[in-house]
Each structure stands twice: as C-alpha cells, then as structure tokens.
C-alpha cells in the first residue's frame, strides 16, 4: 500500500524567511512518481514538481527546491525567501503504477508580512 | 486559458435531491478523474476514466456515479446527497502530471 506523510499539520514564519515543508512516503513499488501541489484560498490545486524515482537529483525553481533522499523515503521541499502569496496548503503525493496518486494531509502554510 | 473546467463553482442541494456536477478539458487527455475534498483534508480519489474505461474505488460509495460520453466531458452524479457528502469536487486530467480544475465546493442543506 501507499503512504504519504506530512507531518506538520501548519507552520507559521513571518516573511523573507526560509521555511521547509517534509514529506516521507512508503511504497514498495520501484518505479513511482513524487509530486508537489500547492492549494491557494481560491481551491485550485497548483503543480509545482514531479520527480521520478530514478532521479535523485536536486531541483531548484526561483525561491523552490526540492530535496529527494530515496534512503529515507523523503522528498522536502523548501521556499526561501517566503512572501506573503507563498500562504496555501501544501501536498505531497506519491503516484505508483495503475496512475493512482495518493495525497499526503497537507502542511497549511502561513507567511505573515 | 483553462484547460479543465468545472460547472458550477458553487452548488447547492438540498439532502436527497439528486445533483450533477460538471467537468470539461480541452487537453484530450485519455484519463480523467474525480477527486472528493473534504475541509482540512487530503483529495480522496473517488473514480477514474482510462478513456471509456471506467475504475471505482473500493471504497466510493454507492450514491457515487460518473459518467463520461466523450473524452472531453465527465460528469459526477449523486443520487442522494447527505451531510457528508458537503465538500469540494475537484476534477483533473492527466499527462505525466494532474491539471486540476478549480472545482465545485457542494453544499447540502
């Protein structure tokens, strides 16, 4: 079975600090998909990344980056330099064969001016 | 432009009126799907289309249909709305990634 755990429920910083938001998945599956969406108040979900399982490497997109350690099933995620507009609910997700993604609870993130 | 579009973004019923709720896509994609939002929670996926081919989850209820006539259009249909079933409906397609529409928040009085 699938599993995506988002351990923090909400986090609160005050603007232009950097904040990292931690995802930790379980799959048995050797071929997977790991996603970010970013949810706004409007409720739309947002893509921001896909990575595959075979790559490992670091990403980098203007103030995102995301951390993939496939020895500790861990696919971080983390915004420097947080803004105000940065404030939405953040998902994990884990897709796996049969193009199923499983959605972790979400981290509520809150970036005060 | 959006490219999955979801009619209405608000809808009302009332419990056990039989409601329908919309989506489009202009991406032709192959795979559709319908997933279940409650407030302060994950998406719950509820169904998919492979094309035609229509995949329930195990746990969806049965007050839960979908139909999809063509590959543009799907429908989710609730025969008899409770309570619980207040949430947002969000429909997405896929192609290496989910586009999601902006959904239809489902209120039941």
């Known amino acids: 079975a699938q599993k995506v755990t988002q351990a923090q429920t909400e986090i609160s910083v005050v603007e232009k600090e950097d904040v990292t938001l931690d995802c930790v998945y379980e799959?048995?599956?050797?071929?997977?998909?790991l996603f970010w969406y970013k949810q706004p108040p409007s409720g739309e979900l947002v893509f921001l990344i896909r990575r595959n399982s075979f790559d490992e490497q670091n990403e980098i997109s203007g103030r995102y980056s995301w951390n993939f350690q496939k020895s500790t099933s861990s696919f971080n995620f983390t915004i420097t330099a947080s803004q105000v507009v940065d404030s939405a609910v953040y998902f994990c997700a884990l897709e796996t064969s049969g193009s199923r993604l499983t959605f972790g609870e979400g981290t509520q993130l809150t970036v005060n001016p | 432009d959006a490219m999955v579009i979801q009619n209405p973004r608000y809808q009302v019923t009332q419990f056990g009126k039989p409601v329908t709720l919309s989506c489009s896509q202009t991406l032709n994609h192959n795979v559709m799907y319908w997933y279940q939002q409650k407030s302060s929670q994950a998406p719950k996926l509820l169904f998919h289309?492979?094309?035609?081919?229509?995949?329930n989850e195990a746990d969806t209820p049965d007050n839960f249909q979908s139909r999809r006539p063509n590959t543009s259009f799907c429908f989710l249909d609730i025969r008899s709305p409770g309570l619980g079933d207040a949430a947002m409906y969000l429909c997405?397609?896929?192609?290496?990634?989910?586009?999601f529409g902006s959904g239809t928040q489902l209120s039941v009085l």
């Open positions: 799959t048995r599956d050797t071929t997977y998909y």
């Open positions: 997405a397609t896929s192609r290496e990634k989910l586009f």
């Open positions: 289309y492979y094309d035609k081919d229509f995949n």
